[in-house]
């Protein structure tokens, strides 16, 4: 069984910087990519940035220039620094990883709250 666990979020003023952190444990496949989602009150679920494995990184406009992902594939870990967080930044972020045959997992997912 595949367990992704998420770790750094927190209340944080605007302005400010968090770096999340994802590790899978587990029977852990190889995975074709993984990434970061949000999902603040209200709103639908939303890409926020993903890296493949040995591809180029996808990054959402919001948070271009702001976030950077990186991972560590002898790990199966994904980051995510984030600066200069906004207040719309604020949601639940969750750890995502594809494998090769498309099949998802997802972390349980971590608060993330940006005061103005």
């Known amino acids: 069984q595949v367990q992704l666990v998420e770790s750094g979020g927190g209340l944080v003023q605007a302005g400010g910087s968090l770096r999340l952190s994802c590790a899978a444990s587990?029977?852990?496949?190889?995975?074709?990519?993984m990434g970061w989602y949000r999902q603040a009150p209200g709103k639908q679920r939303e890409l926020v940035a993903i890296?493949?494995?040995?591809?180029?990184?996808n990054v959402a406009e919001s948070v271009k220039g702001r976030f950077t992902i990186s991972g560590d594939n002898a790990k199966n870990s994904v980051y995510l620094q984030m600066n200069s967080l906004k207040p719309e930044d604020t949601a639940v972020y969750y750890c995502n990883a594809v494998t090769w045959s498309a099949i998802q997992y997802w972390g349980q997912g971590t608060q993330v709250t940006v005061s103005s």
């Open positions: 890296i493949p494995r040995g591809g180029s990184t």
């Open positions: 587990g029977s852990t496949p190889s995975f074709y990519a």
